[in-house]
């Protein structure tokens, strides 16, 4: 299953991050985190079974599970980044950022895949979770780029598959442009879902830059795994550019094209993320849906 393709690499990632054992005492909240993630995935496997089963009340508890624990995990996230001093503050701090962003990016591919399987309420709360996790993997890929220098060599090495592996969304949005069916869906869950797509693509374009820009930083160790990253992550953008002129109904000859630095994501030293989607703008008013920063 793809979600656990993705925690395995995932696994293998806090692995190469994990601290040494002289400083357990001081990574409660790194263990802390992991045991959160390891929560959330085992309530995600739980709401696709139900929803492949049409259990919809199983489903829905699966999901508040999941959410509580991608809150939780997100807090003590934030707690390690905040008590993180010199190299081996880093590391942890890379850990616990890895672990969340991964999860998170694992959700995505569940929720984004599952979204038009359901209805009602459980829908809407879907939609507000995909946007939710596409938020902190953006989040996640931001403060991994940041602290890929400050990390010794074999997690400079992780980092970078993670980064990579944030930045290949193209069948998430895919996804999310098969379940925008006009007349079909509420309008909460419609604006949920545009800016959905907008984060989407906006990772993807930061995450192909920041792959970038790391070419030329990264050791020896790591550069091999960057190259492959970002062959990995362009490889994408034809599909995605051919995913977005049939959300427009029409190959349009001026799509703006990805890949380029059009998306951004921003953090805010409090947490807080905002998405602006600058490059793709040409298509309005050309697709049935509004992009957030359009």
Same mark, same amino acid.
């Given at each position: 299953?793809?979600?656990?393709?993705?925690?395995?690499?995932?696994?293998?990632?806090?692995?190469?991050?994990?601290?040494?054992?002289?400083?357990?005492?001081?990574?409660?909240?790194?263990?802390?985190?992991?045991?959160?993630?390891?929560?959330?995935?085992?309530?995600?496997?739980?709401?696709?079974?139900?929803?492949?089963?049409?259990?919809?009340?199983?489903?829905?508890?699966?999901?508040?599970?999941?959410?509580?624990?991608?809150?939780?995990?997100?807090?003590?996230?934030?707690?390690?980044?905040?008590?993180?001093?010199?190299?081996?503050?880093?590391?942890?701090?890379?850990?616990?950022?890895?672990?969340?962003?991964?999860?998170?990016?694992?959700?995505?591919? +569940? /929720?984004?895949? #599952?979204? %038009? !399987?359901?209805?009602?309420?459980? @829908? =809407?709360?879907? $939609?507000? &979770?995909?946007? *939710?996790?596409?938020?902190?993997?953006?989040?996640?890929?931001? +403060? /991994?780029?940041? #602290?890929? %220098? !400050?990390?010794?060599?074999?997690? @400079? =090495?992780?980092? $970078?598959? &993670?980064?990579? *592996?944030?930045?290949?969304?193209?069948?998430?949005?895919?996804?999310?442009?098969?379940? #925008?069916?006009?007349?079909?869906?509420?309008?909460?869950?419609?604006?949920?879902?545009?800016?959905?797509?907008?984060?989407?693509?906006?990772?993807?374009?930061?995450?192909?830059?920041?792959?970038?820009?790391?070419?030329?930083?990264?050791?020896?160790?790591?550069?091999?795994?960057?190259?492959?990253?970002?062959?990995?992550?362009?490889?994408?953008?034809?599909?995605?550019?051919?995913?977005?002129?049939?959300?427009?109904?029409?190959?349009?000859?001026?799509?703006?094209?990805?890949?380029?630095?059009?998306?951004?994501?921003?953090?805010?030293?409090?947490?807080?993320?905002?998405?602006?989607?600058?490059?793709?703008?040409?298509?309005?008013?050309?697709?049935?849906?509004?992009?957030?920063?359009?």
């Amino acid at each position: 299953m793809k979600v656990h393709i993705a925690l395995a690499s995932g696994a293998l990632a806090v692995a190469l991050l994990a601290p040494a054992a002289a400083d357990a005492h001081k990574v409660s909240s790194s263990q802390s985190v992991r045991a959160h993630v390891g929560a959330a995935d085992r309530a995600l496997v739980q709401f696709q079974a139900s929803v492949q089963t049409n259990a919809d009340t199983t489903a829905a508890k699966a999901l508040a599970r999941n959410r509580r624990q991608m809150r939780a995990a997100s807090r003590e996230t934030r707690r390690v980044r905040s008590s993180a001093r010199g190299a081996r503050g880093a590391n942890r701090a890379a850990a616990a950022t890895l672990a969340l962003g991964l999860q998170a990016d694992a959700n995505t591919a +569940v /929720l984004a895949d #599952l979204v %038009d !399987e359901v209805g009602g309420p459980l @829908q =809407a709360d879907v $939609a507000l &979770a995909l946007k *939710a996790d596409l938020l902190a993997g953006a989040g996640a890929l931001e +403060v /991994l780029t940041g #602290l890929i %220098d !400050e990390v010794p060599a074999s997690a @400079q =090495a992780a980092i $970078a598959q &993670a980064i990579g *592996a944030l930045s290949q969304a193209q069948q998430v949005v895919t996804d999310i442009v098969a379940a #925008l069916k006009p007349g079909q869906l509420t309008a909460q869950v419609q604006q949920t879902l545009t800016s959905s797509l907008g984060i989407a693509i906006a990772t993807i374009d930061a995450g192909i830059e920041r792959l970038n820009g790391l070419v030329g930083m990264t050791t020896a160790v790591a550069l091999p795994l960057v190259q492959q990253a970002l062959a990995t992550a362009t490889a994408q953008l034809q599909g995605l550019t051919q995913t977005l002129q049939g959300l427009a109904g029409t190959g349009l000859p001026g799509l703006p094209l990805l890949g380029g630095g059009s998306g951004s994501v921003e953090i805010g030293i409090d947490g807080s993320q905002s998405v602006a989607v600058t490059g793709l703008c040409g298509l309005v008013p050309a697709l049935p849906i509004a992009l957030p920063g359009c």
